[in-house]
C-alpha cells in the first residue's frame, strides 16, 4: 500500500505560479509510474501529466509547454511545476500512482486561479 500526500495548493491570480508536491511512503523507485490528474467543478477527472520510473514524461494537451513534472527519488517526491495558470486550471489535483495492477490515490489538493 502506497501512501500519497500532496500538499502545495493554495489560491493564485492568472499568470501566478505554483508547485505541487506528493511524498510517497516508499522509495518511488519502485513504482512504474506516477503523475498528476485534476478535477474541476462539475468536471470528470483528467490527466495533468505523469513520468516513468526512468524519467520520461507526458501531459495533458490544455498544460503543454506550462506544467513541469519532475520527480526526486531520493525524497520520494514528485513536483508539478505550473507557470502561467489559468482561471481553467482551478481543480482539485490529486497524486497518482502505479505499480503493476496496483493503483494508488493522494486525497487531493485544491488550486484556485482568480484575480
Known amino acids: 500500500q502506497v501512501q500519497l500526500v500532496e500538499s502545495g495548493g493554495g489560491l493564485v491570480q492568472p499568470g501566478g505560479s505554483l508547485r505541487l508536491s506528493c511524498a510517497a511512503s516508499?522509495?518511488?523507485?519502485?513504482?512504474?509510474?506516477m503523475g498528476w490528474y485534476r478535477q474541476p467543478p462539475g468536471k470528470q477527472r483528467e490527466m495533468v501529466a505523469v513520468i516513468t520510473r526512468s524519467g520520461s514524461t507526458n501531459y495533458g494537451d490544455s498544460v503543454k509547454g506550462r506544467f513541469t513534472i519532475s520527480r526526486d527519488n531520493a525524497k520520494n517526491t514528485v513536483f508539478l511545476q505550473m507557470n502561467s495558470l489559468k482561471p481553467e486550471d482551478t481543480a482539485v489535483y490529486y497524486c497518482h500512482a502505479a505499480r503493476g495492477i496496483f493503483r494508488y490515490w493522494g486525497q487531493g489538493t485544491q488550486v484556485t486561479v482568480s484575480s
Open positions: 516508499e522509495n518511488i523507485f519502485s513504482i512504474d509510474l
